[in-house]
């Protein structure tokens, strides 16, 4: 059987991609150097307790420079809206990929074959015209080769009830539900890691703080630059917020596991569609979920509702 490949689906959905996962990384590529450049300058303020003239005037220079890359770094972040580009290039990929699966599985909207591919042309334009401010990051990733509808949208729609469910099944289905399995499991794995680091760093400050007051005070007090780790480090697990998509995806996992324990007994049109629904709400519940814990707003959105990875 023909896997599902990126190509398959329609253009838009490739460029919304490819501009969301750009947009991802140079979001995060921002966020690690300006929270690099608070624990530099905490780092270098530690050290001028030294007192050595020629040397603090070196020091004091280097965290007015690296405070300065830290301000040029958030003015950035600011102006340039990777993230809401990240986010809304998400939303508009996952809404034209639930769109697809729909399309190629004859559900609702698309159950009609005479109107079908006008709809679905439709609804991407929709999709589209419903955040205008992608147009010239999404422009940047087109090809010549992107079409709305691809040959392989139409095979698979005009194929049988059979092949459509055991291709929905794997490539749909089953995929997606180890995809949020494995997802789960990545975000619980790395909330309780950055929680035991942050928790070492803090025990390892209160330690520290207790031998500077029991000495009498060091000639270089590292509690601060411990305590500016360890609120960075809180500040990356809330930008990445582990432990809200580590549960959300676990319930996804189950809500998927149990349609697909369901798949083989559904023999009729009516059922399938019905099976087709159930699984792109809820895989679609979940990306609204992703969606509003970013404050996106999908009622701009009158097709089918999204997915997320991202």
Same mark, same amino acid.
């Given at each position: 059987?023909?896997?599902?490949?990126?190509?398959?689906?329609?253009?838009?959905?490739?460029?919304?991609?490819?501009?969301?996962?750009?947009?991802?990384?140079?979001?995060?590529?921002?966020?690690?150097?300006?929270?690099?450049?608070?624990?530099?300058?905490?780092?270098?303020?530690?050290?001028?307790?030294?007192?050595?003239?020629?040397?603090?005037?070196?020091?004091?220079?280097?965290? #007015?420079?690296?405070?300065?890359? +830290? *301000?040029? =770094?958030?003015?950035? @972040? !600011?102006?340039?809206?990777?993230?809401?580009?990240?986010?809304?290039?998400?939303?508009?990929?996952?809404?034209?990929?639930?769109?697809?699966?729909?399309?190629?599985?004859?559900?609702?909207?698309?159950?009609?074959?005479?109107?079908?591919?006008?709809?679905?042309?439709?609804?991407?334009?929709?999709?589209?015209?419903?955040?205008?401010?992608?147009?010239?990051?999404?422009? #940047?990733?087109?090809?010549?080769? +992107? *079409?709305? =509808?691809?040959?392989? @949208? !139409?095979?698979?729609?005009?194929?049988?009830?059979?092949?459509?469910?055991?291709?929905?099944?794997?490539?749909?289905?089953?995929?997606?539900?180890?995809?949020?399995?494995?997802?789960?499991?990545?975000?619980?794995?790395?909330?309780?890691?950055?929680?035991?680091?942050?928790?070492?760093?803090?025990?390892?400050?209160?330690?520290?703080?207790?031998?500077?007051?029991?000495?009498?005070?060091?000639?270089?007090?590292?509690?601060?630059?411990?305590?500016?780790?360890?609120?960075?480090?809180?500040?990356?697990?809330?930008?990445?917020?582990?432990?809200?998509?580590?549960?959300?995806?676990?319930?996804?996992?189950?809500?998927?596991?149990?349609?697909?324990?369901?798949?083989?007994?559904?023999?009729?049109?009516?059922?399938?569609?019905?099976?087709?629904?159930?699984?792109?709400?809820?895989?679609?519940?979940?990306?609204?979920?992703?969606?509003?814990?970013?404050?996106?707003?999908?009622?701009?959105?009158?097709?089918?509702?999204?997915?997320?990875?991202?």
């Amino acid at each position: 059987m023909t896997m599902m490949s990126d190509d398959s689906y329609p253009g838009l959905y490739r460029y919304a991609d490819l501009a969301s996962l750009a947009a991802q990384r140079t979001h995060v590529r921002f966020h690690k150097a300006h929270l690099g450049s608070l624990v530099l300058t905490s780092a270098t303020g530690a050290i001028t307790a030294l007192n050595v003239a020629w040397l603090n005037t070196w020091l004091y220079t280097a965290m #007015a420079l690296v405070l300065t890359f +830290g *301000l040029v =770094i958030l003015w950035i @972040m !600011r102006a340039s809206q990777d993230d809401k580009v990240w986010f809304d290039g998400r939303a508009v990929a996952e809404s034209v990929k639930t769109a697809t699966w729909r399309f190629m599985m004859k559900a609702p909207p698309f159950h009609e074959d005479g109107k079908a591919e006008e709809q679905f042309v439709a609804q991407l334009k929709e999709i589209r015209e419903a955040r205008p401010h992608l147009g010239k990051h999404i422009a #940047a990733k087109q090809d010549a080769d +992107g *079409l709305s =509808i691809t040959p392989f @949208m !139409r095979e698979k729609r005009t194929g049988s009830l059979q092949d459509r469910r055991a291709f929905y099944v794997s490539d749909r289905l089953t995929d997606q539900k180890a995809w949020y399995a494995r997802k789960a499991k990545l975000n619980a794995d790395a909330g309780r890691r950055w929680f035991w680091i942050v928790t070492g760093l803090q025990m390892l400050a209160v330690a520290l703080a207790v031998i500077q007051a029991v000495s009498g005070g060091m000639k270089i007090n590292v509690v601060p630059v411990i305590t500016t780790c360890a609120a960075a480090f809180a500040a990356w697990g809330q930008m990445k917020r582990h432990d809200e998509l580590a549960q959300s995806y676990a319930l996804a996992t189950q809500e998927l596991e149990e349609l697909a324990s369901l798949a083989n007994g559904q023999t009729t049109d009516a059922d399938f569609v019905q099976l087709v629904e159930q699984t792109e709400n809820s895989v679609s519940r979940e990306h609204t979920m992703w969606c509003a814990r970013r404050d996106i707003h999908l009622s701009e959105d009158r097709g089918p509702s999204p997915r997320t990875g991202g």
